[in-house]
Structures are given as C-alpha cells and as structure tokens.
T-cell receptor
Framework: QKEVEQDPGPLSVPEGAIVSLNCTYS??????FMWYRQYSRKGPELLMY????GNKEDGRFTAQVDKSSKYISLFIRDSQPSDSATYLC???????????FGQGTILTVHP | NAGVMQNPRHLVRRRGQEARLRCSPM?????VYWYRQLPEEGLKFMVY????????ESGMPKERFSAEFPKEGPSILRIQQVVRGDSAAYFC????????????FGSGTRLTVV
C-alpha cells in the first residue's frame, strides 16, 4: 500500500465548476500538507501549505486537512481553463525533510 | 530572485555514460532536495542535502547515484553508467531555515538515455 493515495483521474469539468481533489494517507506522523500544481513539462508550483488540521483559503483555493480521517482536500472555485494541470498532494512528518507525494490528478477545465 | 535554477534542461546520454545534473537553490536557501519523476507517476524522493552534508539519502539507488552540495556552487546529482531506466525528469527543490513553509521546485532536467 502506498503511503499517499491520490486518484489520478483524469478529471474533466466545465469552466466555472467547483473542483474537489483529494488524497488519503496511511502514516499518522504526517504533520505538514501541501498542494502543488504542475503544468506539462514544468516543475511543480506550490499552491497551498497547511500545518496540522484545519482549513486554509487563498483566493479561489481552499485546502482542508482532516487528520482524524487521514484525508486532505483541495477545492477550486470558479475553475478556469488555465487551471488545467496536474495537481499533486504532498506531505511530510517534520519541519524539514522529504516530501511524500501522491500520484497526481490530471485536471482539465474546458470552456 | 531567480528561483531554483536547474541545468541543463534536457540531457541526452548514451548507455554507460555519466550524467551530471546541476541545481542552484534560491538565494538564502540552504536545504536542497532531489526528486525523480517517471511518466504518469508522482515525484519520488531521492536525497536531501544541507550545505556540505547529506541528511537523508533513503531514496537514492544504492549504486551509480551520488549527490553533493558543496559549500560553494550548485548541488550536483551524478549518475554513473546510465541505463535506459534512468530516463526521467529530475527535479530539485530548495527551502530556507524557516520551518513553516513549502519547498520551491526548479523546472527540472529531462534525462534521456539512448
């Protein structure tokens, strides 16, 4: 079993839709949670960073962490074609150290 | 701030040759991480370095791969005697000593072994 599970999709939604992306994990020691966006043939770009449980909002993006369920989510409101990319969840146990990534979900937002 | 700089962007090597991938972290960042990404897969951790020290190399293959981050200059990921299975995108990330932050990634080096 992988430490971090993420449905690879692909996920296709119309412009303006609310997108929900999710990851589950098995290691209860994970404390720091991130979402990255990766465009084709580019490096991952940090979107959201959360420590421990709770919600965090930044513009159209909301990240949620539920440590009791070992489940994290990213919501994208009013999705745009420019949001079409691969979204990767990532997490780590300590302040520094390796990130463990999910497989990534391919998202397409069509006009 | 130029961000995390990786070079070359593309590297072609014949089987048996050596590949050297370079990573210059963001200004003020002393932590460097290397990841490998195979097609249709997520990023796999390889090694974590801090200036002149290897902190965690649990993701590095036991043979042919090595990494360094000298006091002066970029971090280097070195792959000796490359094989076709080494073909992948290699990404470098860096972070500062500030603990409450994510990592910044470079644009990657795409290695093709022919």
């Amino acid at each position: 079993q992988k430490e971090v599970e993420q449905d690879p999709g692909p996920l296709s939604v119309p412009e303006g839709a609310i997108v929900s992306l999710n990851c589950t994990y098995s290691n209860s020691a994970f404390q720091y949670f991130m979402w990255y966006r990766q465009y084709s043939r580019k490096g991952p770009e940090l979107l959201m960073y959360t420590y421990s449980s709770g919600n965090k909002e930044d513009g159209r993006f909301t990240a949620q962490v539920d440590k009791s369920s070992k489940y994290i989510s990213l919501f994208i409101r009013d999705s745009q074609p420019s949001d079409s990319a691969t979204y990767l969840c990532a997490m780590r146990r300590t302040s520094y150290g390796k990130l463990t990534f999910g497989q990534g979900t391919i998202l397409t937002v069509h006009p | 701030n130029a961000g995390v700089m990786q070079n070359p962007r593309h590297l072609v090597r014949r089987r048996g040759q050596e590949a050297r991938l370079r990573c210059s972290p963001m200004k003020g960042h002393s932590h460097v991480y290397w990841y490998r990404q195979l097609p249709e897969e997520g990023l796999k951790f390889m090694v974590y370095l801090q200036k002149e020290n290897i902190i965690d190399e649990s993701g590095m293959p036991k043979e042919r791969f090595s990494a360094e981050f000298p006091k002066e200059g970029p971090s280097i990921l070195r792959i000796q005697q490359v094989v076709r299975g080494d073909s992948a995108a290699y990404f470098c990330a860096s972070s500062s000593d500030e603990t409450n932050y994510g990592y910044t990634f470079g644009s990657g080096t795409r290695l093709t072994v022919v």
